[in-house]
Structure formats: structure tokens, C-alpha cells
């Protein structure tokens, strides 16, 4: 098993800046950790989850929804077995509750996502 748990969400005002973290642990993730894909995805109230940004083990390889494109970073410490998103410019339409998960299979599609944390809200005002 995958045990994924997010932090850093909040309120910021449009055009501020926050940094989430997703810290993974569990005998599944330490064993295969350089096996897997870690993304963010983000789900806004009545929409569906959607994609934003996602990394392999190495950090060489990293993958941006055209939305969060120039204004996201995505890093990992794979020391800490963390991911971190690095959120800049931020706008009313980011806001939605942030969700990161890991894959052996995808660095975009939702369904191939296996482990899931449990979401960290993220509120941009106007």
C-alpha cells in the first residue's frame, strides 16, 4: 500500500503564491518508489478531477495541464519521498480541492492513478 497525505492548502489572494506537499510512505511506495509516477490533480465544486502536473522518480521527466503551464512548478525530494507543487500567479479558477496520487502507468489519465491522499483545499479570492 500507498499512504499519501497533502499539506499546505489555504486562502490566498489572486496573484499570491502556495506550495503544496504530498509526503508518501507505506512497504508498496519505499520498495518501488523509483517505479512510480507522482501527480497533482484538482477538482473544483461540480466538475470532475483534472489533471495539473506530474513528475517521474528522477525528476527529469515532468508533465503541465496547459491551465497551470508557466505558473506551476513540480518538484519531489525523493530523500523525503515528498512531491511538492509550487504555485505562483494563482487565480479564482485554481481554486478547487488538490489531490496527489501515484501511477505505474500514466502521467495524465485519472484512471490510471492507483493511490490517492486525501485532498488539501486551496482557495483563491479575487
Known amino acids: 500500500q500507498v499512504h499519501l497525505v497533502e499539506s499546505g492548502g489555504g486562502l490566498v489572494q489572486a496573484g499570491g503564491s502556495l506550495r503544496l506537499s504530498c509526503a508518501a510512505s507505506g512497504h508498496t511506495f519505499s520498495s518501488d518508489a523509483s517505479r512510480y509516477v507522482m501527480g497533482w490533480f484538482r477538482q473544483a465544486p461540480g466538475k470532475g478531477r483534472e489533471f495539473a502536473a506530474a513528475i517521474n522518480w528522477s525528476g527529469s521527466s515532468t508533465v503541465y495541464a496547459d491551465s497551470v503551464k508557466g505558473r506551476f512548478t513540480i518538484s519531489r525530494d525523493n530523500a523525503k519521498n515528498t512531491m511538492y507543487l509550487q504555485m505562483d500567479s494563482l487565480k479564482p479558477e485554481d481554486t478547487a480541492v488538490y489531490y496527489c496520487?501515484?501511477?505505474?502507468?500514466?502521467?495524465?489519465?485519472?484512471?490510471?492513478?492507483?493511490?490517492w491522499g486525501q485532498g488539501t483545499q486551496v482557495t483563491v479570492s479575487s
Open positions: 496520487a501515484v501511477s505505474l502507468d500514466s502521467y495524465t489519465n485519472v484512471r490510471e492513478y492507483d493511490f
